[in-house]
């Protein structure tokens, strides 16, 4: 596969939209808000590589991504008001994955939380540009003392 060229039309690879959607950025990694998130607090970690699939990653892009799992963790109880939280990751066409660039969902999960994210998935949308500024400007100012 040309990485170069594929990259080229990857939205995780869009410097518009990592400036957008960024709310972590690390040497290797960064963290993004879900476009069309399953609930409230679903953001994406992608390694700033384009590779499709988690093979592909290297060790330490996932110790970096471990990292940043764990200062997202520590701030889904004040803003989200829970501890719990879903990690999902999907490799190829037939497991559902979307984009051709390898990311990891980290949905927030609350009471009942679990039932709406499951139905979110399947019929998810769009939000608005002013509720993606707010929902990672608030991210991003949880996280700065972190
Ligand atoms: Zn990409």
């Known amino acids: 596969m040309d990485e170069t060229k594929e990259a080229y039309s990857c939205p995780f690879c869009d410097p518009e939209i990592l400036e957008r959607q960024g709310v972590l950025n690390g040497k ?3 963290v993004l808000y ?3 998130p399953s609930c409230n607090g679903n953001v994406l970690l992608i390694p ?3 590779v499709l699939r ?3 990653l290297k060790q330490e892009e996932m110790n970096e991504m471990h990292e940043m799992i764990r200062k997202i963790a520590k701030v889904f109880p004040q803003l989200y008001k829970t501890d719990d939280y879903l990690l999902l990751q999907k490799n190829g066409k ?3 994955q979307s984009v051709a660039h390898i990311h990891f969902h ?3 999960t609350a009471e009942g939380g679990i039932q709406e994210i499951s139905t979110a998935l399947h019929k998810r949308t769009a939000i608005s540009a002013d509720e993606m500024a707010r ?3 608030e991210l991003r ?3 700065k003392p972190i």
């Open 106 to 108: 980290m949905i927030p």
């Open 54 to 56: 988690f093979e592909e």
């Open 135 to 137: 929902r990672t400007e």
């Open 34 to 36: 879900c476009l069309t």
């Open 141 to 143: 100012r949880a996280l």
């Open 94 to 96: 037939l497991s559902g």
């Open 48 to 50: 700033k590589r384009h």
């Open 28 to 30: 290797l990694c960064h």
